[in-house]
């Protein structure tokens, strides 16, 4: 169940710390004063960077609503009856295409890209968004890797065969006509698995869901963790992500005794110790709570991080804002604990 | 065979579709043709990354007439991905070297921007690549290309098929495009110079990371798109130490001890792969380039500063691009 955030607009950062309530955050650490003075102020940021349309840009500089930026920020934010998350929640729908997927951004093509995912978890609650989000569930169902094909199987099991990969384990691709790659199949996994039944046309939710979970495992890198998809190269092995092996890690939430899993998630917590970037640590956080790992120094390393409400970037804010409610973050991408 | 009416209909008819069949593949695929009657190029001897690139580099683009006086420069180096140890991104003491020159040249503004293809965190590979600290001491704006704002493009070529890309406001609306590449072999379009690097300026939030759409539309297809369309000002290309092999991310660092200046990315990159020991030609988007983007021909390049010396050894490639060494 969600827990209410935010419940106002600030007119500046001051106001938002003020009218800010100490109970909405529960940061169970040795710093969590400084910790929850940190967290508010990145708050009022996201908060500032509301378009007036109710999207979030990518960039601080920007006005152009992006997907990504706007689901995330969403569930950052998330008290269902704030006008901040209303607002959130009504422009996802109107910017629905057609065919149930979600653009990129506000003005993109309407062909739908990854980030429908992404916008089904972020309207997960909403009772008025409900065809919407069975539109999106639809529009994944039918969306997969260009490997799905047999064609392009068969060449990249006979022809094609620099990159290390099983093509008949395919997930979701960031856009049509492409790859199954590891991040999209990940939230893609985790949207198509806060589906309540497999009826109604989604019976195969399932045999998808485990695909591509299997797609997850074949690509992750041979020491474990996971970067785009492309674990071995013409014979090289490449060096995994933090990002990409946390979205990995937590679409596994329910695999943690896999060896892969298990590999992964012991390259992740060493790699921790040292990340500086406020985007893979808060990911990172996320995924080794989503496998019952302690985080609660690494929120306070991530909450340490200089300037973190003057980060450029707005998924990078609303990331810090989840990570540092990782219990709450877990519920609203799907993950019991 | 008698020529009556019937023949002569049937025998233009038949003209006519094969015509309209094959007249498409001798039609030229790009829109206008943009190069210079002459172009220019500097080689210049960097055995190490020093301070003083700065005063090499500045000295080296007083040989290029540029008036700079008053614009948007946008500096775009080639950052993909971060490996301890690895030569895989352009070093950032040459990025910080071409602002401080271009800000001495009068520049309105100087900022780097770049889209990473195959690493989501931006702020990480700036990090641990050795940007972030540089950028941040010497006041040096960043933006990420992968998250720019968009506008939608068309293209002025049609080697790949596509239309449009959405590409980022900021290289769009620059007065001044420097493309900062390494000098990199690539397993998929045998060299990564400055004509490559600038797919870096397709959004990975619209795109993806990688940018897989680009690799089914054909790599070297996509790079001759794309550079029809924003055009580069000028090339800075960091040689000093470079990748041979496997590139862009797992190849072998190759000491060349180069960096490369040029007013036109075809002549730069047909100077660079010369400087690998491949010949230019042999790689398509260079010589498809030499059609309309500069030129690859020596007798249309003025080189100046050191000499191209190819090398005795040239660089190693995936056995797929072992023609690139010629003969």
């Keep these: 169940m969600h827990r209410k955030l935010l419940a106002f607009r600030p007119t500046s950062p001051s106001s938002a710390i003020s009218l800010l309530t100490v109970e909405r955050f529960r940061i169970k650490s040795a710093a969590v004063k400084s910790d929850r003075v940190v967290l508010i102020g990145v708050l009022a940021e996201l908060s500032r960077r509301q378009l007036p349309a109710g999207g979030w840009a990518a960039l601080r500089s920007s006005a152009q609503a992006s997907l990504e930026s706007t689901c995330l920020s969403t569930l950052a934010i998330g008290s269902d009856d704030s006008d901040e998350v209303r607002l959130a929640q009504e422009f996802l729908v109107r910017l629905q295409n057609p065919n149930g997927s979600w653009p990129a951004f506000f003005g993109d093509d309407r062909d739908g890209v990854w980030v429908t995912s992404l916008a089904v978890i972020a309207l997960r609650d909403v009772a008025t968004a409900i065809p919407a989000r069975l539109a999106g569930i639809h529009w994944l169902m039918k969306y997969q890797g260009k490997e799905a094909n047999w064609f392009w199987r068969w060449k990249f099991l006979t022809a094609d065969r620099h990159v290390r990969f099983d093509p008949d384990k395919f997930g979701w691709p960031w856009v049509p006509d492409t790859c199954s790659w590891v991040v999209p199949t990940a939230f893609a996994i985790l949207a198509l698995s806060q589906v309540p039944c497999s009826c109604g046309g989604l019976e195969d939710i399932p045999i998808r869901v485990d695909l591509g979970i299997e797609m997850l495992m074949d690509r992750a890198c041979p020491g474990g963790g996971w970067n785009a998809g492309n674990g071995v190269v013409y014979g090289s092995t490449l060096a995994p992500h933090p990002d990409d092996t946390a979205i990995a890690l937590l679409a596994l939430n329910n695999r943690t005794q896999h060896p892969v899993v298990q590999a992964s998630l012991k390259w992740l917590e060493q790699t921790a110790q040292t990340l500086t970037a406020p985007w893979s640590l808060a990911w990172t956080i996320l995924a080794l709570a989503s496998h019952g790992r302690a985080v609660g120094p690494l929120i306070t390393t991530l909450m340490a991080l200089p300037d973190l409400s003057g980060n450029d970037d707005t998924c990078t804010l609303a990331l810090v804002c989840l990570a540092a409610d990782s219990s709450r973050a877990l519920a609203a991408f799907g993950v019991n604990l | ?327």
């Excluded at chain 2, 009556?4 to 008819?13: D, K, S």
């Excluded at chain 2, 009657?37 to 290029?64: C, M, P, T």
């Excluded at chain 2, 180096?77 to 352009?90: H, R």
């Excluded at chain 2, 040096?140 to 790949?160: H, Q």
């Design chain 2, 1 to 327: 065979m008698i020529l009556n009416r019937r023949n002569f209909l049937v025998g233009t008819a038949a003209l006519a579709a094969g015509a309209s069949v094959s007249v498409p593949f001798f039609l030229p695929k790009y829109h206008a043709d943009r190069r210079a009657k002459r172009s220019r190029v500097a080689i210049l001897n960097v055995e190490q990354y020093v301070q003083r690139i700065d005063e090499l580099l500045g000295s080296g683009l007083r040989l290029f007439r540029m008036n700079i006086q008053g614009k948007t420069v946008v500096l775009k180096p080639n950052l993909v991905d971060y490996m301890p140890g690895s030569a895989i991104n352009t070093h950032p003491l040459i990025v910080l070297a071409a602002a401080q020159a271009y800000r001495s040249l009068g520049a309105k503004s100087v900022l780097v921007a770049e889209g990473p293809g195959h690493q989501r965190d931006t702020q990480l590979v700036l990090s641990q690549s050795g940007y972030a600290d540089l950028l941040r001491n010497f006041a040096i704006p960043f933006v990420d290309l992968n998250r720019d704002e968009l506008i939608y493009t068309r293209l002025r070529a049609s080697y790949m098929g596509m239309k449009s890309l959405w590409l980022p406001r900021t290289v769009l609306e620059a007065d001044f495009l420097v493309s900062i590449p390494k000098i990199k072999a690539h397993h998929w379009a045998g060299a990564t110079l400055s004509m490559k690097n600038m797919l870096g300026t397709v959004p990975g939030a619209r795109y993806g990371w990688p940018k897989n759409i680009l690799h089914w539309r054909g790599i070297q297809e996509s790079i001759l798109d794309v550079c029809a369309t924003i055009p580069v000002h000028f090339v800075i290309v960091d040689g000093i130490i470079a990748m041979e092999g496997n590139g862009p991310l797992s190849g072998t660092a190759r000491p060349l001890g180069k960096i490369v200046l040029a007013d036109d990315p075809v002549a730069a990159d047909a100077t660079c792969a010369r400087l690998m020991g491949f010949e230019p030609d042999r790689i398509l988007h260079i010589r498809e380039g030499a059609k309309f983007l500069g030129n690859v021909s020596p007798s249309l390049i003025d080189q100046v500063g050191e000499a191209l010396t190819p090398p005795t050894t040239p660089f190693d490639v995936v056995p797929e691009f072992r023609h690139l060494h010629g003969v």
